[in-house]
Structures are given as structure tokens and as C-alpha cells.
């Protein structure tokens, strides 16, 4: 199976910015598409950011396009998030995903799971 082990959370003020790890382990030949989600409170579990893993080709949500990167290490088998100018609407607990498949939008769809690192964002 996958292990996905998420590290780089924390607290930061509105303007700054965080780095997001993903690690992969086991049978990682199963992910083709790596995808950070987010999930506030109360609300449903986002898609954020992909990246195809063997074409180093990304997409992401509107609400994050131009403050945040994706980004992989293949000999680490580690996946990034590189957020920047950050913004009290993007705390949530951030959780890093793989899939089996390519440009997959919903959580239902993937496969492999982190288990999650909250970001807080101060206004």
C-alpha cells in the first residue's frame, strides 16, 4: 500500500508564507497524480493543487492560482506546497493525496491519504 506522511504546518500571519512536505512510501509506482486538499470546519474538503507526477505538469483552484506552487521531488518520492501571501480564508487542515488517475478534482476520487496538518492563518 501508500504511506503519506504530511509535515510544514503551523501558524502564520496574513501576507507570509508556509511550506507544505508530503512524503510518499510503499508501493508509490500506484500514484500518478499527487493533490493537496483542505478542509475548514464545517465545510467540505477542497481541492487545492495537483501535480502529475511523471509529466511535472500542475493545476490548482482558482482561489489559489498565482500565491501557490506545487512542486515534486522524484528521487525523495516528496511532494510540496509552496504557499504564499496567505489569507485568513486559507486556514484549514491541509492533507496531501495520490491517486491512480490524472486532473481529478474531487476527494472522492483519490485513492491515498495524509493524515493532515492544520495551517492557521492570522488576520
Known amino acids: 500500500q501508500v504511506q503519506l506522511v504530511e509535515t510544514g504546518g503551523g501558524l502564520v500571519q496574513a501576507g507570509g508564507s508556509l511550506r507544505l512536505s508530503c512524503a510518499a512510501s510503499?508501493?508509490?509506482?500506484?500514484?500518478?497524480?499527487m493533490a493537496w486538499f483542505r478542509q475548514a470546519p464545517g465545510k467540505e474538503r477542497e481541492f487545492v493543487a495537483g501535480?502529475?507526477?511523471?509529466?511535472?505538469?500542475?493545476y490548482y483552484a482558482d482561489s489559489v492560482k498565482d500565491r501557490f506552487t506545487i512542486s515534486r521531488d522524484n528521487a525523495k518520492n516528496t511532494g510540496y506546497l509552496q504557499m504564499n501571501s496567505l489569507k485568513p480564508e486559507d486556514t484549514a487542515v491541509y492533507y496531501c493525496?495520490?491517486?491512480?488517475?490524472?486532473?481529478?478534482?474531487?476527494?472522492?476520487?483519490?485513492?491515498?491519504w495524509g493524515q493532515g496538518t492544520q495551517v492557521t492563518v492570522s488576520s
Open positions: 493525496a495520490g491517486d491512480r488517475n490524472y486532473w481529478r478534482r474531487s476527494a472522492y476520487d483519490y485513492d491515498f
Open positions: 510503499g508501493r508509490t509506482s500506484s500514484i500518478n497524480t
Open positions: 501535480i502529475i507526477w511523471n509529466g511535472d505538469r500542475t
